[in-house]
């Protein structure tokens, strides 16, 4: 089994930025390809960035140049860094793991296997 908790969310205003964490327990080989998803109010899930193990990034459209996504390896985590944060960004942000490729813009979130509890990210404008 997989468990993935993350960290790092909280309220900023507009222009501000952020860093999420997310620490991955358990047996680590089986998710070679993380990312972060997330889920604003009354929105469907979206993916928002992806990393496979060679940390190739995939990005969704909304959130390049401003997020960055990396991983270390060595200590199971996965990071998001978020600068120039909008309102729009406003949601919960969930890290997910998978054995295949997750797709930012393609994977249906019911069946990747593995998700953390999630943490708020709020943006005030």
């Known amino acids: 089994q997989v468990q993935l908790v993350e960290s790092g969310g909280g309220s900023v205003q507009a222009g501000g930025s952020l860093r999420l964490s997310c620490a991955a327990y358990?047996?680590?080989?089986?998710?070679?390809?993380m990312g972060w998803f997330r889920q604003a109010p009354g929105k469907e899930r979206e993916g928002v960035a992806t990393?496979?193990?060679?940390?190739?990034?995939r990005y969704t459209d909304s959130v390049k140049g401003r997020f960055t996504i990396s991983r270390e390896n060595a200590k199971d985590t996965l990071y998001l860094q978020m600068n120039s944060l909008k309102p729009e960004d406003t949601a919960m942000y969930y890290c997910v793991a998978d054995i295949i490729q997750i797709e930012v813009a393609t994977t249906i979130p019911d069946v990747i296997p593995y998700w953390g509890q999630g943490t708020q990210v709020t943006v005030s404008s």
């Open positions: 358990g047996n680590t080989y089986r998710m070679p390809c």
């Open positions: 990393i496979d193990k060679d940390g190739r990034a």
